[in-house]
């Protein structure tokens, strides 16, 4: 079974802190995404990664930026956190074919105070 | 600019009866189509998808119709259980990259 973990359920920071996201996938896929999750507005894509130190821009990457060293990692850093940055974070993994499904962690509900 | 809508927020359906859940897209490149599930304090679930150039696919008590003139799908789910009640989420990618979600529809069974 695929096993996306993010590091964190819940967490609280404040205006201007940089914040780190991160993300593990046990399944050695080549594929990770990071979405935002706000009500009305369902998931919208931050970045996503297609292989080890590659990364493209989603829907909404202004504010945010990402790191994949690893291929199992892909980490989420909010540069410098404002309160409209406050969502539930979800990251999700994928095989590099056509028709395979994303699997998807728990998500991180980020407040920013 | 949503490229996958589902312009329902809420259906309501009591158990045993059909529930339709629909979607509808915009980019005419979107080749492969899924659904999500997803239960409150969870991550999002891959339910059942489809290509493109089928216009139905069925896996037990789900079944996803495709009318690509229309640009439109739809999940049936026959019958309805409470343990369906959830957030149903729509999403379209082309090859499986870059996939755009709507924004889902919360499903409620009742007894």
């Known amino acids: 079974d695929v096993k996306v973990t993010q590091s964190s359920r819940y967490l609280v920071k404040r205006t201007g802190e940089k914040v780190f996201l991160e993300c593990v996938q046990d399944m050695d896929h080549e594929n990770m995404f990071w979405y935002r999750q706000d009500p009305g507005l369902g998931l919208r894509l931050i970045y996503f990664s297609y292989d080890v130190k590659m990364k493209e821009k989603g829907d909404i990457p202004e504010g945010y930026s990402v790191s994949r060293e690893k291929k199992e990692r892909f980490s989420l850093i909010l540069e410098s956190a404002s309160t409209n940055q406050t969502s539930m974070y979800l990251c999700a993994s994928s095989r590099d074919r056509v028709g395979q499904p994303q699997h998807f962690g728990d998500g991180t509900r980020l407040s920013i105070l | 600019d949503q490229q996958v809508k589902q312009n329902s927020p809420s259906l309501s359906v009591q158990e045993g009866r059909i529930s339709i859940l629909n979607c509808d897209y915009t980019?005419?490149?979107?080749?492969?189509f899924l659904w999500y599930k997803k239960y409150p304090a969870e991550g999002p679930t891959f339910l059942i998808s489809?290509?493109?150039?089928?216009d139905k696919n069925e896996d037990g008590r789900f079944t996803v119709f495709l009318n690509k003139s229309a640009k439109h799908l739809s999940l049936h789910i026959v019958p309805s259980q409470p343990g369906d009640s959830a957030v149903y989420f729509c999403a379209a990618s082309v090859r499986n990259n870059d996939m755009r979600f709507g924004a889902g529809t919360r499903l409620t069974v009742k007894p």
């Open positions: 980019n005419s490149m979107f080749d492969y």
């Open positions: 489809i290509s493109s150039i089928k």
